[in-house]
C-alpha cells in the first residue's frame, strides 16, 4: 500500500498564553498539583483568534512551506469539534480565506481527541481512491470558551491551536490504519445548549492507559512491525501520565514519543497535528522514518496509524 509526502506544515495557537500560576488566581489549585497530575505547565487561549483564523494560519503555513500552489489543494479536511459555526464549515472558510478556489471539497469531521488520526485515514483514502491529488489537512480547535472555569479538574487542562500538513500520495512509502469506538455519553461530553466540558477524568484514564496500547499494538500487528522498527511514536496530548504509562506498557524508549503537553495542554483534535508540524520544524521527523500516530478521546474514540514520512 501506497504511503503519503508530507509537502510542507504549519502552526498556530492561541494568542495569550495561560499558565498554571495564572490559574492559581481563578481557581482552587496550584501549579505544582497542575505538573504533578497532568504535566501541564501552560497552554494557549485565542482570546482575539477563532477557529478559522488558527486553521487558516496553519494551512498558509502549510502551503508557503510547501512550494505548491493553493489552487493545486482539492481536498480541505479540518478536524475540529469546535467549528465558529454549524455551518458554513471551518473547512470553506479556510479554502475562501487561503484563495484555494472552488474546485476544492471542504470537509469538516469531528471525532474530538481522535480527530486528526481519523482524519490522516480519510485523506490517505482520498489519495488512493484518485478523488484527491493534494490535501491540506488541518486539526484546529479553539476549545477555550468551552471551559468551566469554576471545575478545576477540567479547566487546567485543556488549550487552544492548529497544526497543518499538505499531503500528496507517495508510491514508495507505507501505511495502515486501525480504528475503535466505545459508545459513552457520560464519561466526556459537552452538551449543544449548555458548552461547557464536562469530563469524568478517572473513567477517561482508565479508558486510554487500556486502549492506546491495544490500539498500537494491533497497528504493530496487523503490519508485521515491532517497537524496535519505529521511529516515533505521537501520541494524543491528554496529559504525561497517559503517555507515560502507554510507553512504559509497550516498552518504548522515552527519546521515541514526542511531548509537548507541558506547552500546549490538550488541545484536541489539533493535538497529534501540532506534534507533528513542530516535528517537522525541530527535524524530529524526517523523510525516511517509520511513526505511529495515536488518537483517542470523546465517543469514545481511538485510533491509531503507522506510515512512512514521504
Not at 508485521?224 to 521511529?231: A, M, T
Not at 518504548?252 to 483534535?269: A, L
Not at 508540524?277 to 495515536?294: F, I, N, P, S, T
Request: charged share 25%.
Amino acid at each position: 500500500m501506497a504511503g503519503i509526502k508530507i509537502l510542507g506544515y504549519g502552526l498556530s495557537r492561541g494568542d495569550e498564553k495561560v499558565t498554571n500560576f495564572d490559574l492559581e488566581k481563578k481557581v482552587d489549585t496550584s501549579d505544582e498539583w497542575i505538573r504533578e497530575k497532568t504535566g501541564i505547565e501552560s497552554r494557549f487561549f485565542a482570546r482575539n483568534k477563532t477557529n478559522l483564523d488558527m486553521a487558516a494560519e496553519a494551512g498558509n503555513g502549510a502551503i508557503e512551506r510547501s512550494g505548491i500552489r493553493a489552487s493545486d489543494i482539492d481536498l480541505v479536511l479540518v478536524c475540529t469539534l469546535t467549528p465558529d459555526y454549524a455551518t458554513p464549515s471551518v473547512s470553506c472558510g479556510v479554502a475562501e480565506r487561503l484563495g484555494i478556489g472552488n474546485g476544492a471539497m471542504c470537509l469538516d469531521m469531528n471525532a474530538a481527541c481522535s480527530g486528526f488520526v481519523y482524519g490522516l485515514t480519510v485523506a490517505k483514502s482520498m489519495l488512493e481512491s484518485g478523488n484527491a491529488t493534494c490535501v491540506l489537512i488541518i486539526g484546529s480547535e479553539k476549545l477555550s470558551p468551552l471551559l468551566n472555569m469554576q471545575d478545576r479538574g477540567t479547566c487546567i487542562l485543556f488549550g487552544d491551536g492548529a497544526g497543518a500538513l499538505i499531503l500528496k500520495e507517495d508510491p514508495d512509502g507505507e501505511f495502515c490504519s486501525l480504528s475503535g469506538n466505545m459508545y459513552s455519553d457520560e464519561v466526556l461530553y459537552c452538551e449543544r445548549f449548555d458548552p461547557a466540558i464536562s469530563m469524568k477524568g478517572q473513567e477517561v484514564y482508565r479508558f486510554a492507559v487500556n486502549k492506546v496500547p491495544e490500539s498500537i499494538n494491533a497497528v504493530l500487528e496487523k503490519t508485521g512491525k515491532s517497537v524496535e522498527e519505529i521511529d516515533r511514536f505521537i501520541l494524543h496530548q491528554a496529559n504525561h501520565r497517559i503517555i507515560h504509562s502507554a510507553a512504559n506498557k509497550l516498552k518504548i524508549p522515552r527519546d521515541k514519543i514526542f511531548e509537548n503537553v507541558q506547552i500546549y495542554g490538550n488541545t484536541s483534535g489539533a493535538s497529534v497535528a501540532i506534534c507533528m508540524a513542530e516535528m517537522l520544524e525541530k527535524g524530529l521527523l524526517k523523510r525516511g522514518m517509520r511513526a505511529v500516530a495515536c488518537g483517542f478521546g470523546a465517543g469514545l474514540t481511538y485510533g491509531s496509524v503507522l506510515f512512512t514520512v514521504g
